[in-house]
């Protein structure tokens, strides 16, 4: 029986082949490794049981339609902090962009979700934004534009805003500012809740209002707009 002889690689070449397999198993494994490595993203929301069970008692449930309605608006906010990631206070000129510090939603949409839920809770009714509902039915659109929403770590959260409740088709409008502060202690998740209990309080001043207009609306002769319900808060009203 007769062996063929297959010829040799040439030993430059084989060397060669050995050196690319030994310099890919390194890049893979490299890459394995900045994957394995690579820091985790957690996201945060205004939502929840906290920033309800920090606002004022809820009011219970009924079978039956409301009295009136709410429609609460989409909320503005400045545009250094409309963005998904935390952007945090380092000075009083300079913030931090944060990158796996992130809100589930932009910041705007966080606000205005919690800001409903406090307050279809506190005044026991329906958030009808968006939906139609019968002409009868009174409704009041709450309106905000948030002037201020500064991240503190370790020291505070704040939000300063001008809101406005009007009561639809009509033009009795009550428009107020509400500055809220709360102390925070170390960590993101502590900052976030502070902004959760600052949000719970400008809802439960904005409820307030509600009840003021819903009231003022209901006597006859009309009575003028209310003032705002808390002090320090400026009111500029229509009629």
């Known amino acids: 029986m007769m062996f063929a002889r297959l010829p040799r690689p040439p030993r ?9 397999v030994v310099y890919a ?3 893979a494994a490299a890459i394995a490794m900045a994957a394995c490595s690579s820091p985790t993203s957690r996201f945060y929301t205004l939502g929840g049981a906290d920033a309800a069970a920090n606002a004022a008692p809820a009011v219970a449930h009924t079978a039956g339609a409301p009295a009136w309605l709410i ?3 989409p909320v503005n906010v400045p545009p250094q902090v409309s963005r998904n990631q935390l ?3 380092t000075g009083p000129t ?4 944060l990158e796996q510090e992130r809100w589930a939603s932009l910041p705007g949409d966080e606000i205005r979700r919690a800001l409903s839920t406090n307050l279809t809770q506190q005044l026991g009714t329906i958030d009808a934004f968006g939906t139609p509902h019968a002409d009868g039915v009174a409704a009041y659109r709450i309106a905000m534009n948030v002037q201020r929403f500064e991240s503190w770590p370790g020291s505070h959260a704040l939000i300063d805003t001008v809101w406005s ?3 639809v088709r009509s033009n009795a409008v009550m428009t107020c500012r509400s500055v809220v502060s709360e102390q925070v202690g170390s960590g993101y998740d502590a900052l976030v809740d502070g902004h959760r209990r600052a949000l719970a309080e400008v809802s439960t001043q904005i409820a307030a209002g509600v009840r003021a207009m819903a009231a003022a609306a209901g006597k006859t002769p009309a009575v003028a707009v209310p003032a705002c319900p808390a002090a320090g808060m400026s009111a500029a009203a229509g009629t």
Not at 12 to 20: D, F, H, P, Q, S
Not at 94 to 97: F, G, M, N, P, R
């Open 25 to 27: 198993g390194a890049l």
């Open 71 to 73: 429609e609460v608006a």
């Open 94 to 97: 300079q913030v931090q962009l």
């Open 87 to 89: 952007v945090v206070q």
């Open 12 to 20: 430059g070449l084989a060397r060669g082949v050995v050196r690319g």
């Open 165 to 167: 409740v009007r009561a």
